[in-house]
């Protein structure tokens, strides 16, 4: 009896999880219906999940049409990529000197880092543009880049897994004469592999995602983002929209971090798990 | 060599090496503030000049174009700010919109690690689709949901038709439009913070759920008593996390409803966006983005005391 | 040949060496663009950049798509705060006097004076109701591009359904509310407008003409006329379509969602621009026809559309190209060819001179209808802050249309908050006293 309650159970607890995970998935069931859908922008079904009976591609000709996504990629992958390197650096550098150094002050530039958590760039969106404007980077992908450059969460993921490692091997290495960067280099940073591995996922898909501050940093096309071809697309005013058109665009747009992620669900659960606990 | 020589020799060597020594130990000494340098370069550039900058223009009024010259109004923006309709609005909905994304947020993604924990085909399916809308850039999700809430034919009200039923104009009504919003948020974030509640739920101390199991605990009262109190750093570094986002992603709003109907979607951001870049008040938003960042930071530091202490009481 | 031939030749060669390099040193430009209807008519636009380009050397134009009128101002005008300023831009037709009174538009009349032109014999070939859209304070600030005027789409089936004789479309307020009362049935509404920002305030404009009207001071842009009868009573008439008959739902519908509701049968009568006549020709299964605004007391509408505009802050160079490429724009032949694509009217009269806009115009009446009120239409409303006046009164009459305010409490609070907005070019001017 037990026995038949608990499979009952569970058989219902997984039925409710499906059906849960099915409306979770629709938006996207329906993006990719309705981008192989033939055009037809008035028709009161093209909200069915059911694929029409002739796909077609001519939503993502339409699309591919509208906007360069080639350069769009390019550039985004530009950004995220710049961004990245820079942050390995100041991270690292920062990281080790939180978790291994002792100087005055430590806690006075701890807590300034800190601050750079909540002040996110988004916030600070008016003076911040200001200043880029100032460096002269205004509608250039240096100037989408250089807020993010120190990361007052990587600093703080690296501090973590640098404080997690045993000591000896470093201080085998001092013993050997080995100066600080060596150490950082060749001892600390591939027993740290995990953290920034996690750093970099959580760093890549934050800005491949961006939205706002490069629309107002970027106006030359051949400078867009994917986000920004993206939107410009949605935000189509006086008329009609072509929803196919917009549900193959946006399938363009996520189309390579759901092909890396279906790839390395793996690794990409595991390095968000890493950065939970340790953070 | 006589020994006075020798000793003279030995005597320049300690000091060369001495020398050498207070040399590298000066060189660590600054060693650190070499390290932190880079980035305390961005953090001041990006950070810390961008917020005095605000301070300072927070300060002056510059009417757009009629020609009047800048003037200084002390604290009359904030006065302004403070008793501008719009921005009431733009609170009152952020408060909303944060709780109101937070909670369900927070429920949602404590349940699907819980239904996930298991590494069954299955669960991994289910992870796929419940992580996976966290992955999309807002803008996308906004592009897609701005059909899904299409009046009459837009996905909702397509398959509401189909049960009978009859939707509100989900963007167009200004007592649903926010919730609406708050829908499309949760939709987007449960997914995301359900990773943390899995890691975190595989530091739950085994043998504290077994031993309830033994006292004959089920599993409604293991959750409440056991699961839940052992993940309260997880919940703690959730909220933080999630806070901080809610308040400074306005992605979705900008796409969709533009702050409207009347100022139903208004959040700050959006607010200081608008006071900035439509109607050209700089001294406006600059007293009101002063005024988020200082909310902002009570709210993190508020919270952060909280994560320490669980932290502590942890180990 | 002999040595001074050679040199002849030679100096010849470095004549024309020289004379080329002009064209090589190609002037590049970057043209703004809004595209108010849908993604067709920005690939359209980027063609005819494309053309352009190719059909000369001198100039080269990198057009840039910048989403809706709203948000291409506050693009370039972001972009001109960054020192780099587009040197053309499509810009909505009624932020001309904002834009001027900011310092953002070059006039054009220096560019009329090379061309040994005056204003007068340069805007004689647009229509009438599009001079004062282009002139602020007597200087021509803008080209018109394309235009247009709201319009009645309504569905011909849906009226033989109801009993209503398609070819007598309602000319009246009273007969539009009678008419849509005949229509409304099921989860099908006889009457629907977009409200979203930007066209609200113009159907506003529209409705508060025709009933006998002026949403603004066109003189003078310190000063809207909210709070007067006429634009009362347009919003109670708004109010009374969704809560007394009925006709209309209640909340805010925008324009890509009135467009759809209207390809779906399920509102009968829309009030749309005639902008989105092409879209709405192509996409339209069911008959359709189009008729004038209906009036309450005259046939009144507001011109909508965009005008070119230079930018301050550009070199002379890049002036001179700016203007070279807003004369190719603004040729009959090519605003008839935009026309007929979009189904915006052509501001040239002499547009509708050429054969093959004749011969459109015969196969495609309801083109004929949107041109036929241009006698009626007259500006679109500009003032000091165009975009926050306009939401002041938008943002009123969004919560009236959701039952939050009664109409008469609505425009109040939109003429209070209007004035507020505009106080400080008011006090500069003629609030301003010895």
């Known amino acids: 009896m037990m026995r038949l309650r608990k499979q009952l159970s569970a058989a219902l607890l997984a039925a409710l999880l499906s059906a849960i995970a099915f409306l979770w998935a629709t938006p996207f069931l329906w993006t990719l219906v309705a981008s192989f859908r033939p055009e037809s922008a008035g028709s009161a079904d093209m909200a069915s999940l059911l694929p029409d009976l002739h796909p077609t591609l001519e939503n993502f000709r339409n699309a591919l049409d509208s906007g360069t996504f080639g350069l769009y990629y390019v550039n985004t992958i530009i950004v995220v990529a710049g961004v990245l390197a820079v942050q390995c650096v100041t991270v690292s550098l920062a990281g080790y000197a939180f978790a291994r150094l002792r100087f005055p002050g430590r806690d006075f530039l701890f807590y300034a880092f800190l601050l750079q958590l909540m002040l996110v760039p988004p916030a600070l969106i008016v003076p911040n543009l200001r200043t880029v404007v100032d460096l002269g980077l205004y509608d250039t992908l240096p100037g989408v880049m250089a807020p993010y450059f120190a990361s007052a969460f990587g600093t703080f993921l690296m501090r973590q897994t640098f404080l997690a490692l045993p000591r000896d091997f470093e201080e085998a290495a001092a013993i050997d004469g080995a100066p600080w960067w060596a150490i950082i280099w060749y001892v600390l940073l591939p027993m740290a592999k995990p953290g920034l591995v996690a750093f970099a996922i959580v760093s890549i898909t934050a800005h491949w995602n961006e939205f706002l501050w490069p629309l107002m940093v970027i106006n030359s096309p051949s400078n867009q983002t994917l986000t920004i071809g993206l939107a410009s697309f949605a935000m189509g005013a006086e008329g009609g929209k072509e929803w196919g058109v917009l549900a193959a665009g946006t399938l363009l747009v996520m189309a390579p971090l759901a092909v890396a992620f279906v790839a390395f669900q793996r690794r990409f659960v595991d390095s968000f798990v890493f950065s939970g606990v340790k953070g | 060599m006589s020994v006075a020589g020798a000793t003279g020799i030995f005597d320049s060597v300690q000091r060369s090496s001495a020398m050498a020594a207070s040399a590298r130990r000066r060189r660590m000494r600054?060693?650190?503030?070499?390290?932190?340098?880079?980035?305390?370069?961005?953090?001041?550039?990006?950070?810390?000049?961008?917020?005095?900058?605000?301070?300072?223009?927070s300060l002056y009024d510059k009417p757009h174009g009629t020609g009047a010259a800048t003037s200084f109004v002390g604290l009359g923006n904030y006065a302004r700010v403070l008793s501008d309709p719009a921005f009431h609005k733009a609170a009152l909905n952020n408060l909303v919109y944060a709780v109101g994304v937070l909670v369900p947020t927070l429920v949602l993604a404590l349940a699907f690690a819980l239904a996930v924990q298991r590494s069954t085909r299955f669960s991994a399916v289910l992870r796929t689709v419940f992580f996976f809308p966290s992955l999309v850039p807002l803008v996308a999700a906004a592009s897609l949901f701005f059909f899904i809430f299409l009046p009459g034919v837009g996905l909702l009200d397509y398959y509401l038709a189909k049960l009978g039923l009859h939707g509100p104009n989900w963007l167009g009504d200004s007592d649903v439009a926010l919730w609406s919003i708050i829908g499309l948020t949760v939709w987007k974030n449960a997914g995301y913070?359900?990773?943390?509640?899995?890691?975190?739920?595989?530091?739950?101390?085994?043998?504290?759920?077994?031993?309830?199991?033994?006292?004959?605990?089920?599993?409604?009262?293991?959750?409440?008593?056991?699961?839940?109190?052992?993940?309260?750093?997880?919940?703690?570094?959730?909220?933080?996390?999630?806070?901080?986002?809610?308040?400074?992603?306005?992605?979705?709003?900008?796409?969709?409803?533009?702050?409207?109907?009347?100022?139903?979607?208004?959040?700050?951001?959006?607010?200081?966006?608008?006071?900035?870049?439509?109607?050209?008040?700089?001294?406006?938003?600059?007293?009101?983005?002063?005024?988020?960042?200082?909310?902002?930071?009570?709210?993190?530091?508020?919270?952060?005391?909280?994560?320490?202490?669980?932290?502590?009481?942890?180990? | 040949m002999t040595i001074?031939?050679?040199?002849?030749?030679?100096?010849?060669?470095?004549?024309?060496?020289?004379?080329?390099?002009?064209?090589?040193?190609?002037?590049?430009?970057?043209?703004?663009?809004?595209?108010?209807?849908?993604?067709?008519?920005?690939?359209?636009?980027?063609?005819?950049?494309?053309?352009?380009?190719?059909?000369?050397?001198?100039?080269?134009?990198?057009?840039?798509?910048?989403?809706?009128?709203?948000?291409?101002?506050?693009?370039?005008?972001?972009?001109?705060?960054?020192?780099?300023?587009?040197?053309?831009?499509?810009?909505?037709?009624?932020?001309?006097?904002?834009?001027?009174?900011?310092?953002?538009?070059?006039?054009?009349?220096?560019?009329?004076?090379?061309?040994?032109?005056?204003?007068?014999?340069?805007l004689k070939d647009f229509w009438p109701a599009l001079h004062a859209n282009a002139v602020v304070d007597g200087e021509l600030y803008g080209v018109p591009f394309h235009n247009s005027t709201p319009l009645?789409?309504?569905?011909?089936?849906?009226?033989?359904?109801?009993?209503?004789?398609?070819?007598?479309?309602?000319?009246?307020?009273?007969?539009?509310?009678?008419?849509?009362?005949?229509?409304?049935?099921?989860?099908?509404?006889?009457?629907?407008?977009?409200?979203?920002?930007?066209?609200?305030?113009?159907?506003?404009?529209?409705?508060?003409?025709?009933?006998?009207?002026?949403?603004?001071?066109?003189?003078?842009?310190?000063?809207?006329?909210?709070?007067?009868?006429?634009?009362?009573?347009?919003?109670?008439?708004?109010?009374?379509?969704?809560?007394?008959?009925?006709?209309?739902?209640?909340?805010?519908?925008?324009?890509?969602?009135?467009?759809?509701?209207?390809?779906?049968?399920?509102?009968?009568?829309?009030?749309?621009?005639?902008?989105?006549?092409?879209?709405?020709?192509?996409?339209?299964?069911?008959?359709?026809?189009?008729?004038?605004?209906?009036?309450?007391?005259?046939?009144?509408?507001?011109?909508?559309?965009?005008?070119?505009?230079?930018?301050?802050?550009?070199?002379?160079?890049?002036?001179?190209?700016?203007?070279?490429?807003?004369?190719?724009?603004?040729?009959?032949?090519?605003?008839?060819?935009?026309?007929?694509?979009?189904?915006?009217?052509a501001p040239r009269k002499s547009s509708y001179d050429k054969p093959e806009m004749k011969e459109f115009i015969a196969k495609n009446p309801d083109a004929k209808v949107a041109l036929d009120q241009l006698p009626y239409a007259k500006p679109w409303f500009a003032t000091y802050q165009t975009v926050a006046v306009r939401k002041a009164l938008e943002d009123e009459i969004q919560a009236m249309m959701n039952g939050k305010k009664k109409a008469d409490q609505a425009v109040k609070d939109a003429q209070k908050k209007a004035d507020e907005l505009m106080r400080p070019y008011v006090e500069q001017t003629s609030l301003k006293l010895p």
Do not use: C
């Open chain 3, 4 to 122: 001074v031939t050679r040199l002849g030749m030679g100096a010849l060669a470095l004549t024309f060496a020289t004379a080329a390099l002009p064209a090589w040193a190609q002037t590049k430009i970057e043209f703004f663009f809004p595209v108010p209807v849908e993604g067709k008519l920005a690939r359209e636009m980027t063609r005819l950049t494309k053309l352009y380009n190719e059909s000369q050397k001198g100039v080269e134009v990198t057009a840039v798509y910048t989403g809706g009128y709203d948000d291409t101002k506050l693009k370039a005008q972001a972009a001109a705060k960054a020192g780099k300023p587009p040197s053309v831009v499509l810009m909505s037709a009624n932020f001309l006097v904002d834009l001027k009174l900011s310092g953002d538009i070059l006039p054009l009349e220096p560019m009329l004076k090379a061309d040994e032109t005056t204003r007068d014999d340069y």
């Open chain 2, 30 to 57: 600054l060693l650190p503030y070499v390290l932190l340098a880079p980035s305390l370069l961005f953090l001041g550039l990006f950070t810390y000049l961008p917020v005095a900058r605000v301070v300072v223009e």
């Open chain 2, 193 to 315: 913070y359900m990773l943390f509640y899995i890691a975190g739920l595989q530091n739950v101390p085994r043998d504290t759920v077994e031993a309830a199991m033994i006292d004959g605990a089920n599993a409604w009262q293991r959750l409440r008593f056991v699961i839940l109190p052992a993940l309260a750093p997880t919940t703690a570094f959730v909220t933080v996390i999630a806070l901080i986002q809610l308040l400074t992603s306005v992605d979705h709003v900008i796409v969709l409803t533009r702050g409207g109907p009347s100022n139903a979607t208004n959040l700050l951001l959006y607010y200081i966006f608008q006071s900035a870049h439509e109607n050209f008040e700089y001294g406006k938003a600059a007293a009101a983005t002063l005024i988020s960042v200082a909310v902002l930071l009570a709210i993190s530091f508020g919270s952060l005391r909280i994560m320490e202490r669980g932290a502590r009481g942890n180990g």
């Open chain 3, 152 to 345: 009645l789409y309504y569905n011909v089936e849906h009226f033989k359904e109801a009993g209503i004789d398609p070819a007598k479309p309602p000319r009246t307020w009273v007969e539009l509310v009678d008419a849509a009362k005949k229509l409304t049935k099921g989860d099908r509404y006889g009457f629907l407008m977009p409200a979203g920002y930007d066209y609200l305030g113009w159907l506003m404009e529209a409705l508060s003409m025709s009933n006998g009207g002026r949403y603004f001071n066109e003189e003078y842009g310190g000063e809207v006329y909210y709070d007067q009868p006429s634009m009362l009573g347009a919003a109670r008439f708004v109010e009374d379509l969704i809560f007394k008959h009925k006709v209309m739902p209640q909340g805010v519908t925008e324009a890509g969602g009135v467009s759809t509701q209207f390809f779906a049968g399920k509102a009968s009568m829309v009030l749309l621009s005639t902008g989105s006549l092409s879209f709405i020709r192509e996409n339209m299964k069911q008959a359709y026809d189009v008729a004038f605004v209906p009036k309450n007391v005259r046939n009144a509408v507001p011109i909508g559309g965009a005008s070119l505009v230079m930018f301050a802050g550009q070199s002379e160079d890049s002036k001179k190209a700016g203007w070279k490429f807003i004369k190719w724009l603004t040729t009959p032949e090519t605003l008839g060819g935009w026309s007929r694509f979009t189904g915006y009217f």
